[in-house]
């Protein structure tokens, strides 16, 4: 799967189609957004853009300007027959750790709902945009991609990964659900490979990635300059070109003995339940019986999540299954609402808190146990605000090309 072509996310089988006859320019040029004291630059040629995150101190946390100027640009270059593909990546030791959450604990804090609103608006939006988009993406995953970093990465057509990636989706750590489009491309991994990634925030590298096809190819950081310049080289809007450079400077990978990726059949075996006590249970039976310390560990990471977090989660994924990108992006912003308006549990600001505010790693969930979520807490969990709050409004543009 190291080499496979990046899918259309919105419609799953639909094939990018594209004019790979298109008069593109070649004329060197750099290009500096100079909004929001660039935290998002630009470079490129007459061909190809490439976007660079940049926010290194923080991570390349996004916030509600970078979603917004993102969105901007990608709309300009998709409108733009010269431009023939387009590319992003991090600077620093980060693609994206993930959305600002420390701003947005402290907008919680202060009442400021809407702010809060408007960064999962445009951060959603942007996603959509990229599994929608009508042009080859391709993103270089050199480093910390985790959350919103793999929001707006993974639903694009090419994501490479290397020795220094490292992806996660630990959002019921703070007390929140696997959002930022999570629910669609976890739950189209291979076996319940989904459901442990999203109830354990358990960590994978590049190899990984590429092994399970949340990336498309692998490279060693060191080569990544050299993919970049060959890249740059590039006059075309044809996916099957740029595969061809990516797989010409990539490399085969295989992981090691020590993966999860290793460990499928007792990950399907205790994953598959329909509730998390079972899967908790089934996780102790393997605990006891083999003294792994993997299932151990499994057990301990589950054991430390927010309880009303890991049931949302795990209904999440399995509704992902069954729905499109836009659907399951309308679903986790009524979901996110439900969060960060607390009217359920304060998990949320709690977990941010205790794990990245305080950083006591001491959390005070609510419910304390799995066994005090109630059916009623998960079903509100998955329903709007209110009747009169306004839903997610995505792009359509993208989406009636292909209709």
Not at 173 to 187: E, K, Q, V
Not at 318 to 343: F, S
Request: with cysteine; charged share 20%.
């Amino acid at each position: 799967m190291q080499s496979r072509r990046g899918v259309l996310w919105l419609l799953g089988t639909a094939k990018l189609s594209l004019n790979t006859y298109r008069n593109l320019s070649t004329s060197k040029h750099v290009i500096l957004d100079n909004l929001n004291h660039n935290q998002v630059l630009v470079q490129g040629n007459g061909s190809s853009r490439m976007a660079i995150l940049n926010r290194p101190s923080a991570l390349n946390a996004l916030n509600t300007n970078m979603a917004a100027t993102l969105h901007k640009l990608y709309r300009s270059w998709e409108d733009n027959p010269d431009i023939g593909f387009v590319m992003l990546k991090g600077s620093g030791r980060a693609f994206a750790a993930g959305g600002d959450i420390v701003a947005l604990y402290h907008l919680m804090n202060k009442g400021n709902m809407e702010l809060c609103k408007e960064f999962f608006r445009a951060a959603y939006s942007f996603m959509y945009l990229i599994g929608t988009y009508l042009k080859p993406h391709v993103a270089l995953l050199n480093g910390i991609t985790m959350g919103g970093g793999a929001g707006i990465s993974i639903p694009g057509t090419f994501r490479v990964a290397t020795d220094k990636t490292i992806f996660a989706t630990p959002e019921v750590h703070i007390g929140f659900h696997p959002d930022a489009a999570a629910s669609f491309y976890l739950s189209h991994l291979p076996g319940q490979l989904g459901e442990y990634l999203a109830l354990t925030g358990e960590k994978l590298k590049g190899v990984e990635m590429v092994t399970c096809g949340i990336a498309t190819h692998y490279s060693s950081s060191a080569r990544l300059p050299l993919i970049e310049e060959q890249l740059g080289k590039l006059v075309t809007d044809d996916p099957s070109v740029i595969e061809t450079t990516l797989e010409q400077y990539g490399e085969l990978v295989h992981p090691d003995s020590s993966s999860v990726l290793q460990r499928v059949d007792i990950l399907d075996k205790c994953f598959c339940h329909d509730t998390v006590e079972e899967i908790v249970d089934a996780m102790e039976n393997v605990a006891s019986e083999t003294n792994d310390p993997w299932c151990i560990s499994t057990l301990k990471k589950l054991k430390e999540a927010s309880p009303l977090s890991l049931k949302v989660a795990l209904r999440s994924i399995r509704e992902g299954r069954l729905q499109t990108l836009d659907q399951c992006l309308l679903r986790e912003y009524r979901m996110t609402l439900q969060a960060v308006h607390r009217q359920i549990s304060g998990d949320f600001c709690e977990g941010v808190r205790a794990r990245v505010v305080d950083k006591d790693f001491a959390p005070k969930w609510n419910p304390p146990t799995l066994e005090k979520v109630s059916q009623d807490m998960v079903d509100q969990y998955f329903s709007r605000l209110s009747e009169t709050e306004p839903d997610l409004e995505l792009p359509t543009k993208s989406r009636e090309a292909f209709l």
